[in-house]
């Protein structure tokens, strides 16, 4: 069964104090690595998909990189709107579902 | 546009009361999900419909029960709901496995 675990389970970080936030996971298989953005009352935000080791995806201040066992979202020079539950989720090969983790609850101070 | 809908946004109701969730999807993909959150955040697959046919149907009671009566939509019965149904229960769709997209989510409460 495929497995993700995320750490840490909160982080609370100074405005432009950079961190990063941990996807450790197995599965049989990787079809992707997702990353998604989830605010309080609201769905699942799609933020990245990475399919290979080595591979790495950049969005305004997210850099979401790629192993064989893990993956890390790094947070540059953070603003209190990147307050968030930061959703980790793998998919396997031959699989549509995905297998999420229990998320990593950011919380950015001005 | 909504990409995923669902309806309703809030349900609070009794216990053994049967009750129903709706789910559209308007960017014509051919999958579509059910997922449950729970209090602790963690996202868990319920079922997942591809072109009308079930092809994901985790170990989840009987009481739940997906219908899908068009690539569109796929709804959600519950029958005689209990205190540990409360949850947050999302919709999703993709194409074949990709380009996931989720709803906005329905609160269940049960009282």
């Known amino acids: 069964e495929d497995q993700v675990t995320q750490s840490p389970e909160a982080l609370r970080l100074q405005e432009g104090e950079s961190s990063s936030l941990n996807c450790s996971y197995t599965?049989?298989?990787?079809?992707?690595l997702f990353w998604y953005r989830q605010d309080p009352g609201k769905g699942p935000e799609f933020l990245f998909t990475?399919?290979?080791a080595g591979e790495e995806k950049e969005k305004e201040r997210l850099k979401a990189t790629l192993t064989k066992k893990e993956s890390f979202l790094h947070i540059t020079a953070p603003k209190p709107e990147d307050s968030a539950t930061y959703l980790c989720?793998?998919?396997?090969?031959?699989?549509?579902?995905?297998?999420f983790g229990a998320g990593t609850t950011v919380t950015v101070r001005a | 546009d909504t990409a995923v809908s669902q309806t309703p946004k809030y349900l609070v109701t009794q216990m053994g009361n049967d009750k129903s969730i709706k789910c559209e999807q308007n960017?014509?993909?051919?999958?579509m999900y059910w997922y449950k959150q729970d209090s602790k955040k963690f996202l868990k697959i319920m079922f997942s419909?591809?072109?009308?046919?079930?092809?994901i149907n985790e170990t989840v009671p009987n009481r739940f029960s997906p219908k899908s009566p068009d690539k569109a939509h796929l709804n959600l019965h519950i029958n005689s709901l209990e205190l540990g149904d409360s949850a947050v229960y999302f919709c999703?769709?993709?194409?074949?496995?990709?380009?996931?997209?989720f709803g906005s989510g329905t609160r269940l409460t049960v009282v």
């Open positions: 999703a769709s993709s194409q074949s496995g990709k380009s996931y997209t």
């Open positions: 599965v049989s298989g990787l079809r992707g």
């Open positions: 990475l399919y290979s």
């Open positions: 989720a793998v998919q396997g090969e031959n699989d549509y579902k995905l297998s």
């Open positions: 960017l014509g993909h051919d999958t």
């Open positions: 419909y591809n072109n009308k046919e079930l092809i």
